[in-house]
T-cell receptor, first 116, second 114 residues
Framework: DVKVTQSSRYLVKRTGEKVFLECVQD?????MFWYRQDPGLGLRLIYF???????EKGDIPEGYSVSREKKERFSLILESASTNQTSMYLC???????????????FGPGTRLTVL | LAKTTQPISMDSYEGQEVNITCSHN???????ITWYQQFPSQGPRFIIQ???TKVTNEVASLFIPADRKSSTLSLPRVSLSDTAVYYC???????????????FGSGTQLTVLP
């Protein structure tokens, strides 16, 4: 089974702190994603990476950056956390459709971040 | 950017067939339609994906009309354990790196009653 793990289930930080959210997948997937999930808004894509050191902005990249130094690990960075970044953060990975015929995303359990 | 619209909630009884429709009027030619299921405190889980017409797997069917501006997830004979939030996702990931924007619907809370 594909496994996507996230470094923390719950995290509490203060305004202005630098926050790192880590995601690791064990299936050698090329694609990795970071989403945030808020009530009534569903999932919104923050950043996407299709290969090591490669990244693409999603719908809401403002206030976030990402790092992908190794294929299995994709980090989301909040340079200076703000209260409006309090949310559930979900990481996902997927193989390319060219290899499997589908681009099914496999999600981690999520990190609930609270910024005080 | 394909915006998606789903009903906020639906109720059903055990053993019934449930159909959840997602509207995506601005779907692009290369976009696929994918449905995910999410239980509380878990990440979403893939159910089914399609491009056009009908797709069926062991848990669901996906109906997509010719104009592709909507799609319907069909769950046969639901049980209490199917109570969850269901999301439709419209978009396309191109492995070459020209990432397309992926648009999730806001989700439909399905409650299955005994």
């Amino acid at each position: 089974d594909v496994k996507v793990t996230q470094s923390s289930r719950y995290l509490v930080k203060r305004t202005g702190e630098k926050v790192f959210l880590e995601c690791v997948q064990d299936m050698d997937h090329e694609n990795m994603f970071w989403y945030r999930q808020d009530p009534g808004l569903g999932l919104r894509l923050i950043y996407f990476s299709y290969d090591v050191k490669m990244k693409e902005k999603g719908d809401i990249p403002e206030g976030y950056s990402v790092s992908r130094e190794k294929k299995e690990r994709f980090s989301l960075i909040l340079e200076s956390a703000s209260t409006n970044q309090t949310s559930m953060y979900l990481c996902a990975s997927s193989p390319p459709r060219t290899r499997t015929g589908t681009d099914t995303q496999y999600f981690g359990p999520g990190t609930r971040l609270t910024v005080l | 950017l394909a915006k998606t619209t789903q009903p906020i909630s639906m109720d059903s009884y055990e053993g019934q067939e449930v159909n959840i429709t997602c509207s995506h009027n601005n779907i692009a030619t290369n976009d696929y339609i994918t449905w995910y299921q999410q239980f509380p405190s878990q990440g979403p889980r893939f159910i089914i994906q399609g491009y056009k017409t009908k797709v069926t797997n062991e848990v669901a069917s996906l109906f997509i009309p010719a104009d592709r501006k909507s799609s319907t997830l069909s769950l046969p004979r639901v049980s209490l354990s199917d109570t969850a939030v269901y999301y439709c996702l419209v978009g396309d990931i191109i492995s070459s790196g020209s990432a397309r924007q992926l648009t999730f619907g806001s989700g439909t809370q399905l409650t299955v009653l005994p």
